[in-house]
């Protein structure tokens, strides 16, 4: 994996993690979401890349932030600056 690539993979273990904590099978989450669970499962495993608007909805549905999502961060930013921006940049640059 190139350095600065963005890990899929790591996304989607948070991911997992998060929908166990709240005890939901790929089913439910999947339908909360408007997706299919295989597709929940591919997510998770870093199988495929979701759009954007997928993992806002993802997030949503996990009560929990884009930036934990995507970065692992449970802090908040502080200003333009911050390290999601440039985390956000290489997912869409991945998924495009």
């Known amino acids: 994996m ?3 690539a963005f890990d899929y993979g790591a996304m989607g273990a948070r991911i997992r993690a998060c929908r166990r904590e709240l005890k939901l099978t790929q089913e439910k989450l999947a339908e909360r979401v408007g997706i299919s669970n295989s ?3 591919h ?3 870093g199988e495929k890349k ?3 608007e997928t993992i806002s909805q993802i997030g949503k ?3 929990v932030s884009l930036d934990y999502i995507i ?3 449970k802090n908040k930013c502080d ?3 911050c390290a999601l921006f440039e985390d956000l940049k290489k997912l869409i ?3 495009e």
């Open 93 to 95: 640059e991945a998924y």
């Open 2 to 4: 190139q350095e600065d």
């Open 50 to 52: 979701a759009s954007l």
């Open 43 to 45: 997510i998770e495993r």
């Open 61 to 63: 549905a996990l009560d």
């Open 71 to 73: 970065a692992g961060r």
């Open 39 to 41: 597709f929940v499962g």
């Open 79 to 81: 200003g333009i600056n």
